[in-house]
């Protein structure tokens, strides 16, 4: 079983400030991971993926997060956030395994972030 | 292009009413899912379909069902709708092994 946890509930910044959404997730066998955006009443949006090669993926939007195996995480990260940003963001882990299940997601609980002028 | 789009956006149902929520996209995808969405609780997987006339359980089916007639639309129904459903509904589709694409999402109100 799959299992991911994000520990912040909430996070405040204020605009131009650096910020960092921590994930980590616990599987035993490889696993794809995402991070998904979702505004205010609105479903939710693929932010990046890693799925192989490179660990570290980006985002057309300044974000990104770095798969860490030894440490089983994929934090999402953003060196100047715009009010803009303020969102929910979900961490999602999906079995790399062909098993004819197909790619279930498992969620974090989420991480509000809050950014303000 | 359209995507994932869910009908209806808002509903509110009495105790023990039934309904049914559709979810359609254009992407020809194999597989499609439903979620529920509830605060504090990031989402849940209510039931999934690994394609046309198939269907399987998810984490919480318990009080659903969902059919699979068509590959384009997916089907979620609430024989007895009861206020512990009460959520955001979420539809999504997948061409395995990549992201899942989600539709806009359909609250629900239990009385």
């Known amino acids: 079983a799959q299992s991911v946890t994000q520990l912040d509930s909430q996070v405040p910044v204020f605009e131009e400030a650096p910020v960092e959404l921590r994930c980590n997730y616990s599987?035993?066998?490889?696993?794809?991971l995402f991070w998904y955006v979702q505004y205010p009443n609105q479903g939710l949006q693929l932010l990046l993926k890693y799925l192989s090669g490179s660990t570290l993926v980006e985002s057309i939007n300044g974000f990104e997060a770095e798969f860490n195996k030894s440490q089983t995480s994929f934090h999402l990260r953003k060196p100047s956030v715009h009010i803009s940003d303020t969102a929910e963001y979900f961490c999602a882990v999906s079995d790399h395994r062909l098993t004819g299940g197909g790619n279930k997601l498992t969620f974090g609980t989420g991480t509000q972030l809050k950014v303000e002028l | 292009n359209a995507g994932v789009t869910q009908t209806p956006k808002f509903r509110v149902l009495k105790t023990g009413q039934s309904m049914t929520l559709l979810c359609a996209q254009d992407m020809n995808h194999e597989y499609m899912y439903w979620y529920r969405q509830d605060p504090g609780m990031g989402l849940r997987l209510i039931h999934y379909s690994v394609g046309e006339g198939t269907t399987a359980k998810g984490e919480v089916p318990d009080g659903y069902n969902v059919s699979r007639l068509k590959k384009q639309n997916f089907l979620l129904g609430l024989e007895s709708a009861a206020p512990s459903q009460t959520s955001v509904y979420f539809c999504?589709?997948?061409?395995?092994?990549?992201?899942?694409?989600f539709g806009p999402g359909t609250r629900l109100t239990v009385t």
């Open positions: 599987s035993s066998v490889s696993v794809y």
């Open positions: 999504a589709s997948s061409p395995f092994p990549y992201e899942q694409y």
